[in-house]
């Protein structure tokens, strides 16, 4: 396991281009199954689950070159075998649940054991997945080992499913570019990796309409051609950078950071006394922001930051805004409308001194503007509460060290070099 060592205190300056989002590049790797021809991916992040799917498609077959300083990857899947292909479905990873609908369409037929799977985060059910291939036309063998088969191809269909599912949105989304007749989905998932995933597939020549909102229609086509595509900005790691700069008192600039998906976000910095500016595509975070929480004009109710699928707050971002919230004065309460076990790594933050209350499984108030003082924590599989304490701890003067940081690998490729070029004393200890 890598630990962190941080020596913390002193402000965070300069310049950072953030990596492409993990979450793009993962179901847009999985969607080129659904082509014969070259597609050239740019903006790829050097990842633990971006290598473990790249090793996951060679082995059955797809031809795969990836210039990892120049964040290039070229994928041609033209020769995928079935005989390299064992029938079972590849469960290694959360990330490989995105294979589901391209690999059935690419196979044919599938199977997998029924297992409940899951993370610290809480249980990941797959109910959604298969509701969605179902309604698209799959055939569905229950038991203890659960078969899934098609035809030729999916077959066109509409489906409303009770909750906005990310990857369920993506098996959809998958499943109908290439199925027979129009399909259309709502209550979709809209968040910017799900939009990626959209404007990659057209240009590739699928039809998706409503890309951004929660309702898709999908025409789908008889083939796909092979094209290049960028990888967005990882609004996660902008998120970080700014926070940073705020926390420790510094200045940051971050370049490529999508502003048409940071208004929500922008506002919640200012609940926390962030002002973060524009100039184009780059954010920027001020020196010496106020750090005080803004009360809102109903003065008996606490000043909150509720988190829920885009286009609420979203809620893979609630930890590093809890760690800004630990440094701005006054009180403040979040609220995770989406995971059960989104907050137990909260005891690891109050080592360092900080204020909290778990009010129950999905809300919490922090006291902030308490003193802190250096701490060693022990991170959670949990890659936002293993940055969260990261955060923290840069902006405490004196030595802390975060155990079990190995989860920060599989998000942000460099995390420790970025941040030693803003200024940062830290370093892992392997």
Excluded at 321 to 345: D, H, P, Q, R, T
Aim: with cysteine; glycine share 8%; aromatic share 8%.
């Amino acid at each position: 396991m890598s630990n962190i060592i941080i020596h913390g205190g002193n402000p965070l300056n300069g310049d950072i281009t953030p990596s492409g989002n993990k979450n793009s590049v993962l179901p847009i790797l999985c969607s080129t199954i659904l082509t014969n021809e070259t597609v050239v991916l740019n903006n790829v992040p050097d990842l633990t689950d971006v290598n473990k799917l790249v090793e996951q498609l060679k082995s059955i077959g797809s031809k795969i070159e990836w210039d990892k300083m120049k964040c290039r990857l070229e994928i041609n899947n033209k020769d995928i075998r079935k005989d390299l292909f064992d029938g079972d479905f590849p469960i290694g990873m959360r990330g490989s649940l995105l294979l589901f609908s391209p690999l059935l369409y690419r196979m044919k037929k599938l199977q997998m054991k029924n297992e409940i799977g899951g993370c610290s985060l809480g249980i990941r059910e797959i109910d959604p997945h298969i509701d969605a291939l179902k309604a698209l036309g799959t055939k569905v063998s229950y038991g203890s080992v659960m078969k899934f088969s098609i035809q030729e191809r999916f077959v066109g269909n509409g489906l409303w499913p009770d909750y906005m599912s990310v990857t369920a949105t993506e098996n959809f989304i998958n499943a109908a570019v290439l199925a027979s007749g129009r399909s259309k989905l709502v209550n979709a998932a809209s968040e910017p990796h799900v939009q990626d995933l959209c404007n990659f597939l057209n240009g590739l020549g699928a039809k998706i309409t409503g890309i951004g909102t929660s309702v898709l229609e999908i025409d789908g086509v008889e083939s796909l051609g092979g094209g290049e595509f960028t990888i967005t900005s990882d609004h996660h790691e902008i998120t970080t950078m700014l926070a940073l700069g705020a926390m420790t008192g510094g200045e940051i600039r971050v370049h490529d950071a999508i502003p048409q998906h940071f208004p929500l976000i922008k506002n919640s910095f200012a609940k926390l006394g962030v002002e973060i500016e524009y100039e184009g595509e780059t954010a920027i975070v001020r020196k010496n922001q106020k750090l005080k929480i803004q009360r809102p004009f109903t003065e008996n109710m606490l000043p909150k930051i509720e988190a829920a699928p885009w286009p609420y707050f979203p809620v893979d971002l609630l930890p590093l805004m809890i760690a800004l919230s630990v440094k701005s004065k006054g009180e403040i309460m979040f609220w995770n409308k989406v995971y059960e076990g989104g907050f137990f790594w909260i005891q690891e933050l109050m080592k360092f001194g900080s204020e909290i209350i778990l009010a129950d499984p999905h809300r919490v108030i922090v006291f902030g503007g308490r003193p802190l003082s250096p701490a060693v924590t022990n991170a959670p599989n949990i890659i936002r509460a293993a940055i969260a304490l990261t955060m923290v701890a840069l902006s405490i003067e004196g030595e802390s060290k975060v155990n079990f940081a190995d989860s920060i690998k599989r998000a942000h490729p460099n995390f420790i070099e970025n941040l030693q070029k803003l200024g940062a004393k830290i370093d892992w200890e392997e």
